[in-house]
Every structure is written in structure tokens, then in C-alpha cells.
């Protein structure tokens, strides 16, 4: 704004722009809010990723005994660890008829075949275990043996646990409540 002289007063005239002060004052306030929400946004992140990992492998659960009872056959689901991923497999055969060593579909020999491989890689911070190292679901009765739990498990050590009991259902938790949307083991 221009002012007009008053009485021996300055003129003063309308600043255009900003100064190199103001403008390292907002760099620095920016600064400050975004070193503050990134390790928020790694643990969404993290939380996105297990839980897309859990509901696919929820999802494969259901679909192995579906399986097994649609083709009339007893159908496996397999889990396998590497150092740069890990694998599930679900396939006809015994157990040792399919691995899962490099990306791509899993292998199967001896009159095994697979029916579909997921794989997540170590660079997505995503790791799956289980305490068996395959679960074979009966066509009659959709039953599955051994039983089993399954982790999903995230780079922060968020988890979420599938329990696949007798009958061959799936209960679904998260240790102490860490995953959104499921109950607490």
C-alpha cells in the first residue's frame, strides 16, 4: 500500500514477494511437519501391505478346500522361505512334489500340479510363517491335516495370525490388537 507523507512520516510502499528469511522460515517449519509424518506414513504402509498379504492368504485358505472338494482330491497348500521372498504354493501332489526356488510359479514333478503360487518379496518388508510346513485339505470333507497357524508378518512386527483348525476354517487375529479390523489373540 502507498501511503501519502504526513507530518514528516516515510512514504511506505507495497512489498512484492517475500523474503529470504520468510521463505527459510517455511522451509524449515515444512521440514519439521514432514520428519514428523513420515514414520506415520511407513507404519499405514506397513499396515497396507499385511493386511493385503492376510486377506490374500485368508482368501488361498478357502480356496485349497474348495479345491479339494471340487476336483474330488486331496489339494495342499505349502509354504516355502527364502532369502529373497517367501512362497506359498497350492497344489495337488504330496508335499515334496512342488517348491517354490526362484520367481515365477512353483515347480511340481511326479504328477503334482499347481494350481497358483504367491510369492512376496523381501523388498515389500512382508514375511509369511507357519509352524507346518504344508496342510493337506480332504476332498470328502474339507477337513485339513495337520492344523496350522500362519503369520503374516510386517517390517514393524505388526502381525496378523491365521489359525486353521480340524474342519479346516480359518480364525483370523492380531497379537494384541495391532492390525485394524481384527480381533486381538
Not at 30 to 52: E, M, N, Y
Amino acid at each position: 500500500m502507498a501511503a501519502r507523507r504526513i507530518r514528516g512520516e516515510r512514504q511506505w510502499h507495497a512489498q512484492r514477494g517475500i523474503t529470504m528469511i520468510e521463505a527459510c522460515m517455511v522451509l524449515a517449519v515444512s521440514g519439521v511437519l514432514i520428519g514428523a509424518a513420515v514414520p506415520g506414513l511407513q507404519g499405514v504402509i506397513d499396515a497396507r501391505r499385511i493386511g493385503s498379504a492376510a486377506s490374500q492368504l485368508a482368501t488361498d485358505l478357502q480356496l485349497v478346500r474348495t479345491e479339494a472338494v471340487l476336483r474330488n482330491e486331496p489339494v495342499r497348500l505349502s509354504f516355502y522361505a527364502r532369502a529373497d521372498a517367501t512362497c506359498w504354493v497350492v497344489h495337488t501332489g504330496s508335499a515334496a512334489q512342488c517348491t517354490c526356488n526362484a520367481p515365477g510359479p512353483a515347480v511340481c514333478g511326479g504328477g503334482a500340479a499347481a494350481i497358483k503360487t504367491v510369492q512376496w518379496p523381501s523388498r515389500d518388508h512382508v514375511r509369511v510363517q507357519a509352524n507346518v510346513a504344508s496342510m493337506l485339505f480332504d476332498p470328502l470333507h474339507g477337513t485339513s491335516t495337520p492344523t496350522g497357524t500362519v503369520r503374516v508378518i510386517g517390517a514393524q512386527g505388526r502381525e496378523v495370525q491365521h489359525i486353521v483348525n480340524v474342519m479346516g476354517r480359518v480364525r483370523s487375529c492380531s497379537p494384541l490388537g495391532a492390525m485394524p479390523g481384527y480381533r486381538p489373540c
